[in-house]
Every structure is written in structure tokens, then in C-alpha cells.
């Protein structure tokens, strides 16, 4: 029978260690580590990253800090370093247990001098208790003599070069060894206090090495052949984000000294998972890749998600590398959030809020560029401030520097934001939320998007110029059809949830108008774009993705077959700028979000046009999901097929070679996607819920649930 929860490595292969570092990774919403070995290498991307722990940063200006290792745990089999670089590995397996979030590697290794034993690591990220993190290692020797265990704590963190904690003080309260650290910038705090328990094994001698920033302490244990010893080592982790006011030492010290023991603290762990997966699993009969490749998504999805936090989002690459180094994107609204909002709305909610915090920042941004209303940042951290870099090396030529227009002119995110939230609303019912925050998300950013509109007097119309649409191999285009579409969108629904507010929250209406300004004359101006938007749609319903698409090169994809590079890198930023080939859906991605608006004409026009113009392997990593949807509605579930095993095999099989970098996060969220509204057909509208689906051939059943109104509805639906 095939364990369709367990993510199998069944040998040691070192140039991939990064790659598996990102897959291997395991969390609770508070924090992640990822998948690196106790024992540590030289070329090991270790890190752990806690959700709002950010510092400053060149380039960049911010990214998360790689927090103090809690992973060390060294053996010697009688004074030989186990390491897999040294000696011989007779067997080696690794497993991610994805329903309990149990991560254990077993191997049999030979020392070079031929002492041999099996070696056992499992660890785990509590999910019930988010600041407990829990290690077990077991050793079963083939031989006489000792095995010694050095278990500790390393500040000598960085990011990729960068040190980011400074130490500020270590030391040991009764059996609890602590460190003491704080971000050089951003002065976050952090306490990191580890215990030593359950010793299996007659313990010869123990000492603590109090090693500047890497306190350490030493176990050794007599060996007696076939007879396993080992330790377990609990962690406690607080930042000065929980507690302000605390120190964050005390608290971690006492967290670590009262903790539960392994067993007690794994079992309702497990419990914590099963309460999730209840709610978040996806069964799929009649594919055994596409059950465990899902349920993976789902587990990285639910690691990075924060429960107790709504001062956090969910990077681009989860918190599970360095890439985007923790920021935030459109990633998050479009393809993450619909996730929560149907399986978890408190995690929504928690990622709305940090958006309507982060309000301010939205409004600077627009203020400086000389707009009203809240502009959001196109990639975000802690402030809400713009972090997107400027100016990056060249992907090909590194010498060189390519110039990001990102921050400056992919602006579609602000209306991105207003649609979640409104999502968020209609699948709740969350009147409460609604009138308090989200209402006011919207209302800002349709009056961004209002002064933002240029008038254009000559054609009579409203027009939004040098823009980047979500198709970001075209820059600096005109009237991109996505942007313009969602920004009339987000201007209508201001006006209605206006409307609304004024019947059912009239009080809230009021206070809304006077502290945004809603006019009459404003109002009417929004009325006016919202009329006089430019949108190129031919009769047929073929919509140009932005002025002048159509007399763009246009190079037919199979000739550039067979390839192992993107059309960007072939042709060059510029060169591609001049094609009409696509990094990602962007007429399609419109038709998608706003799919409750559009006919199935229209989508099979589009959907013929640009299906064929996108650079599906090698482009972005956020389309394949779309597409698979996208292909349902128009009826070819098997080619969407093709698209959502493409979109759940990213991280899995390393697709486009940058998954050390960290998970795709937005791929990972939109894989949820295309298994409910693509293959299940769900379509939530103001009068309800439907479910039309259209399963591959090959698949026996899908079932999935979902809350709609507070209410968990459960489909079930049998393949043919
Ligand atoms: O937000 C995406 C963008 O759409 C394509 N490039 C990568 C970004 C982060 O995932």
C-alpha cells in the first residue's frame, strides 16, 4: 500500500541539498526551518526564518533575519564525527510525515576507521504550542565504547553573508541553556532557551561549553552493541515582538524547563495537524502523484501560515529560503488567500489585516508619487513600506544591473488587495470585519486608482500608461486590459460598497467619507473613469492585453523547441519585450479573477489566443495553476491536467531549478485552485454555491470541503 502522506528521500545526494533543504522544511505559522542536517556543512543554507522578524538590508532594504540555529546536534561514535561527507553511507532514507509535520532521517553509517551505527533524527515545529520546537536523536551502535552528543544553540546566523543578530548575552538557569540575541537594525529581541532530556543510555559524562554564541552542551553515554541510546532536545523561541515589554530570555527559559516531554508534546502536535487537515485535505482517487503533490503544497501552505499574527504576510517563497528575501506580493491575495478564505478564514483574516495595517505605508507610497488613496507596495515587510530592489544583477551577466520597474509601476496589486478583500467578505458573511477594516481597503484604494487615471481628451477616455500588467515581460506598456479591468472594478465595487455601508453601517458610512474625503465630486469622477476606462475588446470578445500587443512579434513557441531556457533569456529583456510571448496569464489571469463577470465565449476566445503565446515551462511559476483552470473552463480537463501536474511538481522536482531559493509559494496556494474552482467547478456568487466539475480522465474521485458563510459544505465528486 503507497503512503500518500510521506514526501520519501531515499539517497543521499549532496548537489541537491539545497533544493531538498526547501522541501524538507518544516514550521508552524510562527516560524520555519529549513530541511539542513544537525550536524551541519559548510555549504548548508541552514536557516530558520520567523514570521516579521525583518532587518534591514542593501538592495533589498529589508529581509527577514536568519533567526539563531536551534538545530545543532553533533555525534562522535567514539570520538568520530559522524558526518556524511567523511566515512561510507550504507543506507540512508529521509521522510516527511506530511500529516503530522514529523521530519526523520535514518542512517546507517560507517566511520573511516569502520565503527559503524544507525543514526535517527525526527524533529518537529509544535502546532499547538508555536514557540516549542522538538529534536530526537537515537543512536544504535554496531560497537563497545561511547557515543557523545553535542547539542546547542548557534547565533552565528547569517543571510547569505549578512549578519543580521548581534549577540547580547548567553548563560544557563538550572538545566536550561540560553542565548540572548537582537537584530542590528530593526532591534528585535530574541530568546532561545534549550533543554536536554530523556538521556537513553548510561551517561558517562556531561559538561556545558559555554562557546561564545553557540552554547553547547556535551552528553556522552557508554555504547553497548545493538543497544540504542540517544537524547532528546527541546527548544523555546520568543521575540521581542510577542512580548514587548518581557525579556524575552526569562520567558524562553521558562517555556523550555516546563515544556512537555516528546511524546506528550508530539501528540497534540498531531492533534493540531489533524484539526487542519480535516478542514484543508484534498483527496484525489486514481493519482497517486497528484494526492501526495497536493497534499504537499497544502502542508508548505499551512507551515507559513500565521495563526496568531495579522502583522505578517506570507512571503513569495513562504519561510522556507531566502529568496524575495520575506517579501510580500500580489502572490498572496490572488493565490494564496483563496486557500484560507474557504479552508481557514481566521488565517485570511490575519493576512487582510495586515494590509489594512499596513495602510499607511500604502498611502505614503501614493503620496509620494503624487497620488491620493493607498497605493500598496509591490513587494512589502514589515512597514508596508515599497521594498521592491531598484536595481538587481543581471540573471545572465551579474556584472550588469537590470533595472526593477516592479515598485514603480506594477500597480495592479493595490486593486489585487481590494478584490481578496472582498472576497474574503462574500465567502464569510463577515458583515463585521467588512464594516470595520475591509470596507475601508477598498474605498482607499479605488480613490488611488481614480487620481491615478489620466484623462485623454483626444480619444474621450480614461487611460492608465507605463504600466506592467502581471505579465511582466512587457514593460512600460499602455492600458494594460488586467490593470485597467481590475482598477474599474475596484472604483464599481467602491461605489456599491459605499452604498451599502450608507444602508447598513451608516454610521461607519459616514465617518468613512469624511476621513477619505468621498465627496460628491469625487464620487463622480469615479463614476467618470469607471464609464471611460479604455478596454480593447474586439467583437469577437478578444481582448488586446494592453495598446499595440497585436504588432508585437509574434514568434511561435515550438520553433524555439527544444530548449532549457526561458524566452526572457533567449531573446533578452528587451528582445522578448518585443514579442508577444507571455511570462504568465494576463488577459487569462483577468478572466479568471473576475470569471463570476465573463461568458464562456469570451474565455474561449481569449483562452485560444493567448494559451498558445505563453511561456509555460520556463516563464513564471505563477501561471501553470491558472491555466489549469482555465483549461477546465473551457472543457479540457486533461490539458489542464497538464498544467496543474506541472503547477504541484515545481518544488517537488526542483522544475525551473530554483527551489533552494525557497517554495513557490503562489504556485503552491494556486495548486487549491485548480483542484476546486478548476477540476471541482466551484463558483461561490452573492446567491450561493455551485460545483460543475470536469475531473481528468484518469481521476476516481476528488472531494474537498469548505466553509461558505461559516458553514463547512463537503463536495464529493466520482470520476467516470
Ligand atoms: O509576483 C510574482 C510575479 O508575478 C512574477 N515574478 C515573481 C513574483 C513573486 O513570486
Redesign the pocket.
Same mark, same amino acid.
Given at each position: 500500500m503507497i503512503d500518500l502522506w510521506t514526501i520519501i528521500e531515499d539517497s543521499f545526494e549532496p548537489k541537491k541539498q539545497h533544493h531538498k533543504e526547501t522541501i524538507f522544511t518544516i514550521g508552524n505559522g510562527y516560524l520555519c526551518t529549513r530541511g539542513a542536517f544537525e550536524e551541519g556543512y559548510p555549504d548548508d543554507h541552514r536557516a530558520t526564518f520567523i514570521h516579521g522578524v525583518f532587518d534591514a538590508a542593501p538592495i533589498v532594504f529589508t529581509e527577514l533575519a536568519n533567526a539563531p540555529d536551534w538545530l545543532p546536534i553533533t555525534v562522535y561514535l567514539n570520538s568520530e564525527r559522524f558526518s556524511l561527507d567523511t566515512g561510507t553511507i550504507e543506507s540512508f532514507q529521509r521522510t516527511l510525515d506530511l500529516r503530522t509535520g514529523l521530519l526523520k532521517r535514518e542512517v546507517r553509517w560507517r566511520s573511516p576507521s569502520g565503527t559503524t551505527a544507525t543514526l535517527t533524527f525526527e524533529r518537529f515545529a509544535s502546532l499547538a504550542d508555536e514557540h516549542l520546537l522538538y529534536i530526537r536523536c537515537r543512536v544504535t551502535p554496531e560497537f563497545a565504547g561511547t557515543v557523545e552528543f553535542r547539542a546547542g544553540l548557534n547565533g552565528n546566523m547569517h543571510n547569505e553573508g549578512l549578519v543580521h543578530f548581534q549577540w547580547q548575552g548567553q548563560g544557563k538557569q538550572d538545566d536550561v541553556i540560553y542565548l540572548h540575541n537582537r537584530t542590528r537594525k530593526s532591534g528585535i529581541e530574541i530568546g532561545t532557551a534549550m533543554q536536554i532530556t530523556n538521556v537513553v543510555g548510561r551517561e558517562v559524562i556531561r559538561e556545558d561549553w559555554d562557546v561564545q554564541n553557540a552554547p553547547t552542551r556535551m552528553v556522552r553515554v557508554e555504547a553497548v552493541p545493538g543497544q540504542t541510546v540517544g537524547i532528546d532536545k527541546r527548544v523555546a523561541v520568543f521575540t521581542s515582538r510577542e512580548f514587548y515589554s518581557a525579556d524575552v530570555v526569562t520567558v524562553a527559559v521558562h517555556r523550555a524547563r516546563e515544556a512537555a516531554s516528546w511524546e506528550s508534546a508530539l501528540e497534540v502536535s498531531k492533534q493540531a495537524w489533524a484539526e487542519e487537515w480535516d478542514r484543508t485535505d484534498v483527496i484525489i482517487e486514481g493519482d497517486n502523484e497528484a494526492q501526495i503533490a497536493i497534499r504537499f503544497n497544502l502542508f508548505q501552505m499551512l507551515i507559513a501560515a500565521p495563526r496568531h499574527d495579522d502583522r505578517v504576510n506570507i512571503g +513569495?517563497k513562504t519561510l522556507s529560503g531566502f529568496g524575495?528575501r520575506g517579501h510580500a506580493?500580489?502572490?498572496t491575495e490572488i493565490f494564496m488567500l483563496p486557500l484560507f478564505i474557504y479552508t481557514a478564514p481566521h488565517i485570511a483574516k490575519n493576512l487582510l489585516n495586515y494590509r489594512y495595517r499596513n495602510l499607511p505605508g500604502a498611502r505614503r507610497k501614493a503620496q509620494a508619487n503624487g497620488f491620493e488613496g493607498a497605493q500598496f507596495p509591490w513587494e512589502s515587510a514589515d512597514t508596508g513600506d515599497e521594498v521592491t530592489p531598484t536595481w538587481v544583477p543581471h540573471f545572465a551577466e551579474p556584472t550588469k544591473l537590470v533595472r526593477i520597474w516592479t515598485g514603480d509601476i506594477e500597480i495592479h496589486i493595490s486593486a489585487d488587495i481590494a478584490h481578496a478583500a472582498y472576497q474574503y467578505w462574500q465567502a464569510t458573511g463577515d458583515d463585521d470585519w467588512f464594516i470595520e477594516l475591509g470596507a475601508e481597503l477598498i474605498l482607499d484604494t479605488a480613490k488611488f486608482w481614480a487620481s491615478r487615471a489620466e484623462w485623454n481628451a483626444e480619444k474621450d477616455r480614461y487611460e492608465y500608461n507605463d504600466v506592467i500588467g502581471?505579465d511582466?515581460y512587457h514593460e512600460h506598456v499602455d492600458n494594460n486590459a488586467y490593470t485597467n479591468r481590475m482598477a474599474q472594478w475596484n472604483l464599481q465595487t467602491a461605489l456599491e460598497v459605499l452604498e451599502w455601508l450608507k444602508k447598513h453601517a451608516p454610521k461607519k458610512a459616514k465617518a468613512l467619507m469624511k476621513q477619505l474625503d468621498l465627496n460628491q465630486k469625487r464620487l463622480e469622477t469615479w463614476g467618470e473613469v469607471i464609464e471611460k476606462i479604455y478596454l480593447h475588446i474586439a467583437p469577437n470578445g478578444l481582448i488586446e492585453q494592453f495598446e499595440g500587443y497585436y504588432q508585437r512579434k509574434d514568434i511561435d513557441l515550438a520553433t524555439l523547441e527544444p530548449r532549457t531556457k526561458s524566452a526572457q533569456e533567449i531573446f533578452g529583456i528587451e528582445g522578448c519585450n518585443e514579442t508577444q510571448i507571455l511570462?504568465?496569464p494576463d488577459v487569462l489571469m483577468l478572466l479568471y479573477v473576475l470569471r463570476n463577470d465573463y461568458l464562456g465565449e469570451i474565455v474561449q476566445v481569449n483562452y485560444d489566443y493567448y494559451m498558445p503565446r505563453i511561456d509555460h515551462t520556463y516563464g513564471?511559476s505563477?501561471g501553470p495553476s491558472i491555466m489549469a483552470i482555465m483549461a477546465c473552463e473551457v472543457g479540457k480537463p486533461d490539458d489542464a491536467y497538464e498544467h496543474f501536474i506541472r503547477a504541484v511538481r515545481a518544488d517537488l522536482r526542483d522544475v525551473r531549478g530554483n527551489a533552494g531559493d525557497g517554495i513557490h509559494a +503562489?504556485s503552491a496556494g494556486g495548486t487549491w485552485q485548480s483542484v476546486v474552482f478548476g477540476f471541482g467547478g466551484l463558483r461561490v456568487t452573492s446567491d450561493g454555491w455551485t460545483a460543475k466539475p470536469r475531473l481528468p480522465k484518469h481521476w476516481k474521485r476528488l472531494s474537498f470541503k469548505f466553509f461558505h458563510h461559516g458553514k463547512m459544505q463537503e463536495v464529493d465528486i466520482k470520476g467516470k
Open positions: +513569495a524575495y506580493f500580489w502572490d502581471p511582466e511570462k504568465q513564471s505563477l +503562489a
